[in-house]
C-alpha cells in the first residue's frame, strides 16, 4: 500500500465497510453495461426499477449478454 509521504496521522477507515462498499461500486459499473439503464430510457419510475431488476438478476445469474 502506498502512502502519502506528506502525511503526519494515518487515515482511519472501517475495513468492513469499505470492502462493502467495493462491492456496491462494481455491481453498479456492471450494471452500466445495460444501455437501457444507464441511459435510462424509461421515463417512469416503475419501468426504469423493473429494468435495474433485470439487469441485478442478469448479473447474478452470470448471464453474459453481447
Known sequence: MLLNPTRNIKKKYHRTRYR????IERFFGR???????????EKKANNY??????????IR???HTA
Open 61 to 63: 445469474l452470470n448471464v
Open 20 to 23: 462493502n462498499r467495493n462491492v
Open 31 to 41: 450494471i452500466k453495461r445495460f444501455h437501457r439503464v444507464a441511459t435510462r430510457y
Open 49 to 58: 426499477l423493473g429494468f435495474v431488476w433485470l439487469a441485478a438478476i442478469v
